[in-house]
Structures are given as structure tokens and as C-alpha cells.
């Protein structure tokens, strides 16, 4: 069931545009998004994401929104310390749990705890009725499709349209989304199935030739700001687990506090330095990287790129749904650098794709 493509992986990626028009199919209607799943629940005073891996960056993503639009106070924790750790619950608090195979035994544990506390929850699973799903109060279904390839793809992007439209609806909600945003996003959504459809092939070819220009890396930094911070920490987490290079995502505004000693000829790095507002601020991050002989690939936009080594260039989008874009970017970089190097793409060593134990 592959279709015609080499690897699981590779088709779940590709299939990320009709995931995103599937998320979108009837959660749109009349210049409002319909969640009736979130109506049963009082909008959040404070958000406590709970999630692991692929997940858990799809939380940190969504922080970012629904603290700008929603002015909601958001937590992201790892489960396998949420678990463990005395946490503090408030009046008003939601806990989110996000997994795609809604099995994994960390964030079913982040329920039970919630639950004692007496904190509702909500879910975002893609597997219908799994444990995690039939363990929350409510869940929204990302609706996704099985995902075969232990690495997780079509899932966070699927994650990340829901997200965004939750932030739309607490934000509506409470009063406090701007007009302008939430017109521009129905707006700009609804085009972005097709517009990612045109953009994969390419995004691949590109993939292709800067994986094999760095195949001899031992390590790479995925560097970002904002956004593109999580998708950072995504693409390094994806090339580690199926290209067995080692990598590390960090906001690039902390590279100066010590993984900047790292730098050389030898240990490149992936860059997020699309056109927004913090542009000049990861520009002048690279410029250090630079100074100390440090190649560089940055994912750009036309026109506001800074000089690197291996610009990559992708069309502009508008706000977050640049990440639409830079997320198939780092996981094809993944998938090609993977390939060439010879790994078994779809079954990593040492790796399940449901992780049931502690
Ligand atoms: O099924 P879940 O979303 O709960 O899984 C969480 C992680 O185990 C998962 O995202 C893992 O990190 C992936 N293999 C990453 O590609």
C-alpha cells in the first residue's frame, strides 16, 4: 500500500496536503471554525500541553499562537517528566494531551494525573478510539489516516492545522483575536492544500542535492526563532531517528550561551530564516556561525535572504503557514539524507512506532 512510493515515509508526506484538507473539511464554515468538541469545555484559563517526540514539538508550536491570538497561558511538557514531577494545578485549567497513536503510555499517564487533579482534558489523537481518546473528556480526531513509517509526518502537520484552528476558536471565543487575523487565516487555509501540492516536488529535488552535499556531516545544529524554534527541533529530531546523524535543534538566540563552541567546517548548519519579523535576529545568529567556518543550508523566502552557503529558497506564505512549507522541508531533507546514506527509512534501529512501555 505504498502507491508507487518507495518508502511509507515518503507517501505520508506527500499525502500532507490532502491531510490538511481533510483537517479543514467542515471545521470552516461561513467565515467561522467549527469545533463542537471544544464547545463542551470552558475556554481554558491556563493550557498545560502534555505530548511526547513529534508530538510534544507540535504543542511548543502551537504556544506560540495561542499565547499571540488567544492570549491563553500555555505550558508544554514532556510527558515522561509531567509524570513525575509535583505539578501545580490552578482553577480553570485544561490539560491537552496530544499523540498520534493515542498509546503511548507517558501521555496516558499525564491523564490520570490530570484527572486526579480534577483538570478536564482534551485530546488531539489521530488514532479513533485508542486509550488516550477514550481517556479525555473530549477529543478532536486529527483525522490523518494510518501513519505506517515510524517516523511521524503527515501526523504533526495534521496536529498543527488543529491547533491553529482551536487557537482560532478560543481566540474568537474570548474576544480578543484580532479580525483581520482570523479573516486572513479562513482565508489563506483553505488555499494552502494546493499550494503545498504544487511546492513538494520541488521542495524534494532540493532536499535531494543539499542531502548529498552534506552527507559526510557527523553532526548539524537546526537553528530558529519563534516558529520555526519547534520546526528546529523537529528537523533534528527527524534526521537523527532515521539518518543516524547526529543533531541538535536549538533557538538560535541561544547558540552564544555554549553549543556555538561546536562550530566548524566539520559540524554544519540548517537554518530557518524566512521573512518575519525575527529575520534580522537569525540573520545575525548565522553571521557568528559564519565567522567561525560554518556552512550553512537556510530555508528562505524571494527576496529577504540572508548570504549563506546553500540558500533554500520557498515561496512566502503568510504567518504561520510558512511552517506548512518549512515542515516538509526539514522532514524530505530527513527522508533523502536517510536514503543515500542507506538506512532503513521506514524502520529505524532501536525504534518502535508506538511507544507503550515507560
Ligand atoms: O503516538 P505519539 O504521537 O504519542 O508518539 C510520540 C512519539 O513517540 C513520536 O512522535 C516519535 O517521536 C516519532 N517517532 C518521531 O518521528
Known sequence: QKDGYKHFML???????????DCLTGRIQKGRVVLPELDALDIPGRLTIVACGTSYHAGLWAKYLLESWARIPVQVEIASEFRYRDSVFLPGDLVLTISQSGE????????????????????????V???????SDSVVYTQAGPEISVASTKAMCSQMVLLLLMTLSWGVRKGVLQGDILERCLHDLPLLPDQLEAELPTIREKAKTLSQGYADARSFFFLGRGLNFPLALEGALKLKEISYIHAEGYAAGEMKHGPIALVDQHFPTFAMALGDELLQKVA???QEVQARG????????PGAAPAVEDPWVLPDMWGPLKSFLVLPAVQLFAYEMAVYLGKDVDQPRNLA???TVE
Open 353 to 355: 512506532k508506538s511507544v
Open 11 to 21: 507517501k505520508e508526506i506527500f499525502e500532507q496536503p490532502k491531510v490538511i484538507r
Open 129 to 135: 478510539g485508542s486509550s488516550i481518546a477514550r481517556e
Open 294 to 301: 560554518g556552512r550553512i543550508i537556510a530555508l528562505v523566502n
Open 104 to 127: 503511548t503510555a507517558d501521555t496516558q499517564a499525564a491523564i490520570r494525573i490530570a484527572r486526579e487533579a480534577g483538570a478536564p482534558i482534551l485530546g488531539l489523537c489521530n488514532v
Open 284 to 286: 545575525s545568529n548565522l
